[in-house]
Structure formats: structure tokens, C-alpha cells
């Protein structure tokens, strides 16, 4: 069974320009979260969806960053435009229960993030 | 609202020598524990969880981790490292009332050292 892929695993752009993230979460699982880690600082949490919908999204920092996931399945993260504070690693997860805190979330190997 | 502090960033430890991760979590509810592990150039892997039951809980590679309510506590051990174990190390909590929602830790950059 495929885990959770991303794609790229590493982009370079220059500030002011746009960049889209893709995750392609475990088939059949319904929850789908984005997370991102600055360097040296914790892994922090952006958004969750659950099936096309945003449940929470009280982590997106700021209307720069717009999340996306048509028909349920994959997801997109577009940053537009670009800062030097958006690099990072964006990793994306996928669990099958949305359950009470007690469910096992599934990583993908991340995709780094470099503004220049 | 939850956070967690891993207090040592970068850990270096002789191969077969024991090694400690610490974790302490801060919450006002209960919290459900995890640890994960990110090896080179690979995704964040589950390496073990506390729920409930047990504080004593032994996850894969030959780790385990005790959870101290007390202490709010929930360090990683392993009696003996491998070469095979330098990795970056998460611990994470999450809560009944956030969902799936995890806080992580800064991480723990274990080094095993031949």
C-alpha cells in the first residue's frame, strides 16, 4: 500500500514568485492535514480537511497561503506570492478516523521549501 | 491550548550506549501521547503512542517511553542504539477536544556515534 507521497520534494523560488504543493494522501483515508516546520522550530499545524472540506484551518498563516482539495482525494497548497519567511518543510498527513485525538496520523516525507 | 518542549536539540551518544529523549507536554485536559521519527531524507514515522492503559509503552526498534502524569512527562529510551538510529526525533501530543490536530516538539537530533 502507497503512503503518503508529496511532490516536489524540494523547490527553490525566488520571493514574490508562486509555488504549489501536492499531497496525495492514503486512498481511503478521509483526513487529510497540512503541517509545516520553520527551521529549527517546531512542526506546527496549517489545516485540516476532512473529505473536500476545511474542518480547521486556524493554523494557515495568512491569505497568502490557500489550500485546496477538489473531490476529495489529493491536495493542493498554493503560496502566492512568495516570502523569505514561507521556507520551510511542509509536510502533509493522512488518517483514516477522524477520532478524538487518539488516531494515528500517516506523513508524507515533506516537501522543503526555499525562498530566495 | 497544548504545547511541548524537547529540552535537548542535538543528543550524541556511542553506539550500545543507552540514550534519553526528553519530552514534557503542558495541557489542560488529557492528552494523548506519541513519538515520531524522521530518518534521513524519509517522511515522520509513528514509533509509539500512549493512549491509555500501561504508562510503560514499547514501540518498534526497541524503544519505549513512560508516561508520568505527575511530571507531565513522556521521555523516549533505549537500553542499547544502533548506527541505524541517528534520526530527528518528535515528540507530539494531541487532545479529545482538538480533534486530530498534533503539537509537536522542536525535535531531538540524535546522533549515534561509532
Known amino acids: 500500500e502507497a503512503g503518503v507521497t508529496q511532490f516536489p520534494s524540494h523547490s527553490v523560488i525566488e520571493k514574490g514568485q508562486t509555488v504549489t504543493l501536492r499531497c496525495d494522501p492514503i486512498s481511503g483515508h478521509d483526513n487529510l492535514y497540512w503541517y509545516r516546520r520553520v527551521m529549527g522550530k517546531e512542526i506546527k499545524f496549517l489545516l485540516h480537511f476532512v473529505k473536500e472540506s476545511k474542518q480547521d484551518e486556524s493554523g494557515m498563516p495568512n491569505n497568502r497561503f490557500l489550500a485546496e482539495r477538489t473531490g476529495g482525494t489529493y491536495s493542493t497548497l498554493k503560496v502566492q506570492p512568495a516570502e523569505l519567511e514561507d521556507s520551510g518543510v511542509y509536510f502533509c498527513?493522512?488518517?483514516?478516523?477522524?477520532?478524538?485525538?487518539?488516531?494515528?496520523?500517516?506523513f508524507g516525507q515533506g516537501t522543503r521549501l526555499t525562498v530566495v | 491550548a497544548q504545547s511541548v518542549t524537547q529540552l535537548d536539540s542535538q543528543v550524541p551518544v556511542f553506539e550500545e550506549a543507552p540514550v534519553e529523549l526528553r519530552c514534557n507536554y503542558s495541557?489542560?485536559?488529557?492528552?494523548?501521547l506519541f513519538w515520531y521519527v524522521q530518518y534521513p531524507n524519509q517522511g515522520l514515522q509513528l514509533l509509539l503512542k500512549y493512549l491509555s492503559g500501561s504508562t510503560l509503552v514499547k514501540g518498534i526498534n526497541g524503544f519505549e517511553a513512560e508516561f508520568n502524569k505527575s511530571q507531565t512527562s513522556f521521555h523516549l529510551r533505549k537500553p542499547s542504539v544502533h548506527i541505524s538510529d541517528t534520526a530527528e526525533y518528535f515528540c507530539a501530543v494531541s487532545a479529545s477536544n482538538t480533534g486530530n490536530q498534533f503539537y509537536f516538539g522542536t525535535g531531538t537530533s540524535l546522533t549515534v556515534i561509532p
Open positions: 498527513a493522512s488518517s483514516q478516523i477522524q477520532g478524538r485525538g487518539n488516531t494515528e496520523a500517516f
Open positions: 495541557s489542560s485536559v488529557s492528552v494523548y
